[in-house]
């Protein structure tokens, strides 16, 4: 397991476990949940992050063509629960050259997302107030996203499905053309075989520390 260097809710440094605490913690906020190294991807390490999280396991359904699971990464731990999750799949941009997609779900306040993107806070604020730019389907339900300005080279939206913000990044930034197709999403988490089907490809390292 790992942690960012600062709080992703105010970006002030954590305070490393000790005698008096197990837990990394900010001085504003309190034990800020650990991230999980993710492993080479798997069937059984998908079924086992399902089976522990709190939230959503989404994954692009089904998965554009030639693009393969290679990294499934969640955020805190068994005993107090899994808050956040983040997918990423590799695949071909539809304008050619490789390309990534990053999807978390997670409850808000984590800033799980906004961390790994460099943004401020840990919630996607003034964004969500302006219009949608794009729509994804999950479970049948269209759920609008709204574009978030990021000064990476990256494609970034986020919306709200059940009181779980779902955030995806596609990168590089000339591949989120992608996003405007109408993309589905499904929740791993109910999965039963499919799991085993889908395509695993060598892990990504979008997400380990920088």
């Known amino acids: 397991m790992d942690h960012p260097?600062?709080?992703?809710?105010?970006?002030q440094a954590l305070t490393p476990p000790s005698v008096w605490s197990s837990e990394w913690e900010c001085p504003?906020?309190?034990p800020v949940p650990p991230v999980h190294r993710?492993?080479?991807p798997s069937a059984d390490w998908l079924r086992h992050v399902s089976a522990t999280s709190r939230v959503p396991v989404w994954l692009p359904w089904p998965l554009p063509?030639?693009?393969?699971?290679s990294a499934v990464a969640p955020v805190g731990d068994?005993?107090?629960?899994?808050?956040?999750?983040?997918?990423?799949?590799?695949?071909?941009?539809?304008?050619?050259g490789p390309a990534e997609m990053l999807v978390v779900a997670e409850e808000p306040?984590?800033?799980?997302?906004?961390?790994?993107?460099?943004?401020?806070?840990t919630d996607p604020g003034a964004a969500v107030q302006r219009s949608p730019y794009t729509h994804v389907d999950v479970d049948d339900h269209s759920v609008p996203l709204w574009l978030v300005a990021d000064s990476r080279d990256d494609a970034v939206v986020?919306?709200?499905?059940?009181?779980?913000?779902?955030?995806?990044?596609?990168?590089?930034?000339?591949?989120?053309?992608m996003l405007?197709?109408?993309l589905a999403f499904v929740d791993a988490r109910t999965l039963g075989e499919e799991v085993r089907l889908l395509p695993y490809g060598a892990r990504s390292t979008w997400l380990d520390p920088q």
Do not use: K, M
Request: proline share 8%; glycine share 16%.
């Open 5 to 11: 260097a600062t709080c992703p809710r105010c970006s």
């Open 28 to 30: 504003v906020h309190g």
């Open 38 to 40: 993710a492993p080479e």
């Open 65 to 69: 063509e030639a693009w393969v699971v």
């Open 78 to 96: 068994d005993v107090r629960g899994v808050p956040a999750v983040a997918t990423v799949l590799t695949g071909p941009s539809p304008l050619g």
């Open 109 to 121: 306040g984590v800033g799980f997302a906004t961390g790994v993107l460099g943004l401020e806070g």
């Open 158 to 177: 986020v919306g709200e499905r059940d009181l779980v913000w779902l955030w995806v990044v596609v990168r590089p930034a000339s591949a989120g053309a």
């Open 180 to 182: 405007v197709d109408r």
